[in-house]
């Protein structure tokens, strides 16, 4: 209670109070990032989509690699959100633009001088942009009458109405004998007075009876790919103006960037000349040729990250996915292919354990060896990552059959299992939809070989559908053996770091670790009603310790807090047993 100040009687008022305390609650670790190559969208950026539509919108529907049936297969599959990176051959910042790096559609306008005035560019790289056509065209705006005389060297008039004339308006200043263009630093309204630069006065006399004209001068530029079309009018080449062409057109457009290139023609020389309509060129996709190290990109910090590691910034991201490895088995031999394969799920599964806050799905080749994805899997230990063979077929553009590595499909499983069930529940015998049949039908056999080897297989069943038919990671401990119990946890540290959050910079005392533990309990609590542990009771299922044991006078002074928490996860039922007693019929025609 606050004893209150305003005017009122006396008394005691309550006005509230909201807690520092944020409960902890259970965190969402089924957005998913997927790295690979597309038609078109921004380079080496994490953009955020919440639909197929969305990714054909931005990244187009399909092209020669896996990235694009890897996210249908997502949400097809009841994944609801993913970040996607697209990746390419490309020049380091301040590089040299070479020939096999990706390049963005373009073309240069020249001015009335014929030097270049602006660049039109593609939105962003790749051969999408060539089919891109723009046009530039020239047109008047607002024309209004000078009240008072202009003498030579003049800076600024009187006009009979400032209406529909900006800052940064390019205007024609003319009577019937001559002319002289200025571009406007000021308009005052009330005054009804233009003002410009004294480095472009007016070099002629002119009288407002004869009369003189003032004109605002504007182009406009037309720009079309298929069935979409722009429009931008009314536009300047001064920064001083809002509707300075650049800014205009780089804010608005889904098609075209512009780049004034700073023509040192007079006025309006500098302006686009009128072009018909003309295609960008120039657009190269990047892909070809690309390296392992494309698609794993490097991390300068937050204004130079590419590939795989600019995913590292986005917290959101639980699953990470790069289908478009696979695509090495194309072109490189297989010794090569494998080497490629390899560095690339190497860096996914060390970004994950240095995280500690995401999860890798793997792709395995396309083989009928057996023996050759048993040896892929044996090269990397760690419950950070889980392998899925074979790979799909599914529906692909023109109604025709596609060749799919699973990890996007599965990643969509993975989404679907955590929305119905949680966490904890492993995502197994779970069905995978938009799948029309499997590469490479398993028996008992490879099966039982692969489950040993902790490669998660995907099988067919008659009148169930195709479903995934295990749920081991790539860690030999037995303790990190299961998908569920790594997930579960990672998503126990997200939870309870976004929960305790508001511990920073409270008092580090015992009345903060009894809130703490306290909180971080009820948590647990709620969770194991839920069935997320093992165990017949709340105290063997898990524990949590936040007291002066876990935070001695040495960790205090070292401005840490530290809680302690240990659970018993619940392992999935992998070998389901009967045993089944036959009786023979006189036994027990002798018992009767």
Not at 354 to 373: N, V, Y
């Amino acid at each position: 209670m606050i004893v209150s100040r305003e005017a009122r009687p006396p008394g005691v008022y309550h006005i509230g109070y909201q807690s520092r305390v944020t409960p902890v609650a259970v965190a969402n670790t089924h957005i998913a990032g997927f790295v690979g190559t597309a038609n078109k969208g921004p380079l080496d950026t994490p953009r955020l989509l919440q639909s197929w539509a969305e990714f054909v919108d931005i990244y187009g529907g399909s092209n020669d690699g896996y990235l694009a049936r890897a996210v249908e297969g997502f949400f097809l599959n009841g994944g609801r959100t993913c970040y996607v990176v697209r990746v390419a051959r490309r020049a380091r910042v301040g590089g040299t633009l070479l020939p096999e790096h990706a390049a963005p559609a373009s073309r240069v306008i020249k001015d009335g001088w014929d030097k270049d005035t602006v660049c039109v560019r593609a939105v962003n790289e790749g051969r999408w942009g060539n089919s891109i056509w723009v046009r530039f065209a020239r047109s008047t705006g607002t024309k209004t009458l000078l009240t008072l005389d202009l003498s030579v060297g003049a800076a600024g008039a009187r006009v009979t109405s400032t209406r529909g004339i900006e800052r940064g308006s390019l205007v024609r200043i003319y009577d019937r004998e001559n002319s002289d263009y200025v571009v406007l630093s000021e308009v005052d309204e009330k005054e009804k007075t233009l003002r410009w630069g004294t480095d472009t006065p007016i070099v002629r006399r002119y009288a407002a009876a004869s009369p003189t004209y003032v004109e605002v001068i504007e182009f406009e530029v037309y720009a079309s790919l298929r069935d979409r079309r722009e429009v931008f009018r009314n536009l300047q080449m001064s920064p001083l103006s809002r509707y300075y062409a650049p800014r205009v057109i780089n804010e608005q457009s889904q098609l075209i960037r512009l780049e004034d290139l700073a023509s040192t023609s007079p006025l309006p020389n500098n302006l686009p000349v009128v072009t018909p309509l003309e295609r960008l060129a120039g657009g190269r996709d990047g892909t070809e040729g690309m390296t392992a190290e494309d698609f794993i990109g490097y991390d300068n910090g937050m204004h130079d990250r590419r590939g795989l590691l600019a995913l590292g910034a986005v917290e959101d991201v639980a699953l990470v996915m790069v289908p478009d490895a696979m695509q090495a088995y194309n072109r490189l031999s297989v010794p090569e292919a494998r080497i490629f394969v390899q560095r690339i799920h190497d860096a996914m599964i060390d970004l994950c354990e240095r995280l500690q806050d995401r999860f890798a799905i793997l792709d395995l080749p396309e083989t009928r060896d057996i023996e050759e994805i048993r040896r892929m899997r044996q090269r990397r230990d760690s419950s950070y990552a889980a392998y899925y063979f074979p790979w799909l077929m599914v529906p692909g553009p023109n109604g025709t059959n596609q060749r799919q590595p699973p990890s996007g499909h599965v990643a969509g499983v993975f989404a679907r299992s955590e929305t119905q069930h949680g966490v904890h529940k492993a995502p197994a015998n779970e069905q995978l939809f938009g799948v029309t049949q499997l590469t490479l039908p398993l028996s008992d056999d490879h099966v039982g070989q692969l489950n040993a080897e902790g490669i998660n297989t995907i099988r067919s069943f008659t009148g169930r559908g195709i479903r995934i038919w295990g749920a081991r990671t790539c860690a030999g401990e037995p303790e990190w053996r299961y998908l569920n119990v790594r997930r579960l946890f990672i998503m126990l540290r997200r939870a309870i770091e976004i929960g305790t959050q508001w511990i920073s910079f409270e008092p580090n005392t015992p009345d903060t670790w009894a809130i703490v533990e306290r909180e971080v309990s009820l948590f647990l609590n709620d969770l194991y009603t839920k069935g997320y542990f093992a165990g017949g009771s709340a105290e063997n299922c898990y524990i949590v310790r936040c007291n002066s044991e876990t935070n001695s006078p040495e960790i205090v002074d070292s401005g840490r807090l530290v809680v302690e928490v240990r659970v018993a996860p619940a392992l999935p039922a992998e070998f389901i047993l009967f045993t089944i007693e036959q009786e023979m019929a006189e036994r027990a025609l002798r018992k009767e």
